[in-house]
């Protein structure tokens, strides 16, 4: 017994997934025929066996009263015959149980498949209202709850209802009588289960929110440790998990300890079926109604007959966690798409010279709140474009316009005279290269992320593009070289020195527009002259934008873009922009006049 999470649309969400299963209804159709057959078998034993004690029973009296004796050729008949039904009984489930794995699993692997393809199409809005986690769940949890739960509660529930309605109809072929009394003890049992099932259900509810809590702050604890190291937050951070886990634990034994009195009751309540169908069976016995061997069979009958109630209920519980998890996973899918084509792309993107327009592009993450209001510029192709400002002014956001990660709200941008929307988004983001200030890296070797930039590209050109930007003497003294691996959490490697791989994994792609979002921002003050060098090499005939904080790196800029508060407030060369002494020159000179 566990927390299930229930769905808010139980019926369209088991629609979807059903629509899902088709795909496999043969398949399914074979399991529910095994899983019937195979407890139908089950079913028949304790009758069979029943005859047995029967015939040793009598075969005992007829020996004492001197009439006759144990007839041991029927007593091997019949439980040959009793072998033989739980042999193919058997062989039913394990095949039932094989086929149904295999569809369970095809289920997961094809909604794996989907979601990752998903993930490429959602635009970034979508995962930028959301956290990680929330994501992640969906491809993780929410499968794997899906994946399980088809494996065990459709057979199961077949086997369940078999067993019930199969137990019934052979307690009725032994005696009405004794059905009846068994039948008067199942409402108690399904009532004091209840009760406890509702108690019990918001302490588990408690514990996986606790449990969720703990989680994220171990999670959260551990990405930060140096941080929580560097200002002594340790006891702090103990002292917050120790109010968790008090709670976590208070839930959690509240929540078992219901949950464990459910075996003890049915066990209580069975037993005094057992006792009931002892003394009426032994009544009936006396009388002649029925043989000693149908009490050890309708025992065993009353045995399976509260078990598989109880499975019923559970695998109720089963089904709403299949439900909501598939609910979720299909939230997911449904999930509005970027737009990746408009119409036909009016320019091949290999065409495309880089002359790019800003026409009052205006645009906002929330329609109500503009970030850019009325941004207009003109870049030649080949030109090399600074976009600076103050934190907040814009600068990334015009980034990220460029490469379509959001469309323009009002206005237009421009790609040799044709809007950006009439591309398709692959097509437009093929001429761009991109270097950004938070430097991503991949659980793999050196080689493989720099290749990033251009899957086919060689090992030598591979090599070259890190000589370009000055990586290949730091990637010469790590161990293994290239072929070093870098670990998950792309610690091994200093910040500086992912920031030079990113750098040379651009030089490998070889774009016709560079983005370059605080390139240098990691690296040292000598380092940065040399890649400053290489990236002057990079950006000859082509358009780059750049955006830095460190002024001195875009002083031979062909323009230079000052944004404040999502406007361009001024635009020029360097030595235009520093003849006016506006904006640009004050915020030039403050980073080298010193503060007497």
């Known amino acids: ?25 043969f398949r399914l159709m074979g399991v529910l025929v095994c899983a019937a057959a195979g407890t139908v078998f089950n079913i028949v034993g304790p009758k069979i066996l029943g005859n047995a004690t029967s015939e040793i029973f009598e075969g005992f009296i007829r020996k004492v009263n001197g009439t006759g004796g144990i007839d041991f050729q029927s007593i091997e008949r019949i439980l040959l015959l009793l072998l033989c039904l739980y042999i193919t009984s058997a062989v039913f489930s394990i095949f039932q149980g094989w086929v149904m794995t295999g569809v369970s699993n095809r289920i997961t692997y094809r909604l794996r498949n ?25 491809v993780t949890n929410d499968i794997d ?13 077949i086997t369940s209802l078999t067993t019930i309605i199969g137990v019934f109809f052979m307690m ?25 099932m509702k108690r019990s259900q918001k302490y588990f509810r408690a514990q996986q929110k606790h449990l969720g809590e703990m989680n994220g702050h171990v999670e959260e604890a551990y990405s930060g440790l140096s941080i929580i190291k560097a200002y002594n937050r340790e006891e702090a951070f ?8 008090d709670k976590l634990y208070d839930s959690a034994w509240k929540s078992q300890f219901f949950s464990g009195m459910i075996m003890p009751i049915m066990q209580f309540v069975g037993n005094l079926g057992y006792v009931a169908v002892v003394l009426l069976g032994s009544y009936l016995t006396v009388r002649g109604a ?62 495309l010279e880089g002359n790019i327009s800003f026409n009052r592009v205006s645009f906002g993450y929330n329609t109500n709140e503009p970030v850019i209001h009325d941004f207009s510029a003109r870049i030649k192709a080949g030109q090399r474009v600074a976009i600076v400002g103050p934190t907040g002014a814009g600068k990334t956001t015009m980034v990220k316009l460029l490469m379509r990660f959001y469309d323009v709200n009002g206005g237009s941008i421009e790609v040799d005279g044709h809007d950006l929307r009439e591309f398709g988004r692959n097509d437009i983001r093929s001429i761009f290269g991109m270097v950004l200030q938070d430097t991503w890296l991949f659980n793999g070797t050196i080689m493989e992320n720099i290749r990033y930039g251009r899957l ?44 030079l791989l990113t750098i040379a994994r651009a030089f490998l792609a070889d774009k016709k527009v560079l983005i370059l979002d605080e390139a240098t921002s990691s690296v040292d003050t ?71």
């Not at 998903?118 to 994501?135: A, L, M, W």
């Not at 709850?145 to 529930?157: F, P, V």
């Not at 404040?564 to 000179?589: C, P, T």
């Open 290 to 351: 029925i043989r000693v061997g149908d009490i050890q069979a309708f025992m065993q009958y009353v045995r399976n007959f509260t078990h598989p109630i109880q499975q019923v209920a559970q695998v109720t519980n089963m089904l709403q966690s299949t439900a909501a998890a598939s609910e979720r996973v299909f939230e997911f899918l449904e999930e509005e798409e970027e737009t990746t084509l408009l119409k036909s792309s009016p320019v091949p993107p290999q065409n």
């Open 238 to 245: 103990a002292d917050q998990f120790r109010q968790i886990n």
């Open 172 to 196: 009725l072929s032994i005696s009405f009588t004794m059905t009846m009394v068994t039948l008067v003890l199942l409402p108690v049992s399904i009532s004091l289960i209840g009760a406890i």
């Open 456 to 499: 086919d590209a060689t090992d030598q050109e591979v090599i070259e593009a890190a000589k370009a930007a000055h990586a290949h003497h730091f990637i010469t003294t790590l161990h293994d070289g290239y072929n070093m691996v870098l670990n998950e959490e792309v610690t091994n490697i200093s910040q500086g020195q992912k920031q």
């Open 114 to 138: 989907d979601i990752s393809r998903k993930i490429n199409r959602i635009p970034f809005k979508y995962f930028e209202s959301r956290t990680h986690g929330e994501v992640l769940s969906r």
């Open 145 to 157: 709850t899906l994946g399980r739960s088809l494996n065990q509660s459709l057979t199961q529930l």
């Open 1 to 25: 017994m566990g927390h299930f999470e229930k769905p808010k649309d139980f019926k369209g969400a088991a629609v979807k997934l059903v629509g899902y299963m088709s795909h496999y209804k």
């Open 526 to 596: 000598l380092t940065e002259v040399y890649v400053q060098r290489a990236m002057d090499n990079l950006m000859k005939d082509r358009t780059s934008f750049v955006i830095a904080h460190r002024l001195s790196t875009i002083r031979n800029a062909h323009l230079i873009l000052y944004m404040e508060k999502g406007d361009i407030v001024e635009q020029g060369s360097h030595d235009e922009l520093m003849a006016k002494g506006g904006a640009y020159a004050r915020l030039y000179n403050s980073q080298f006049d010193r503060v007497s």
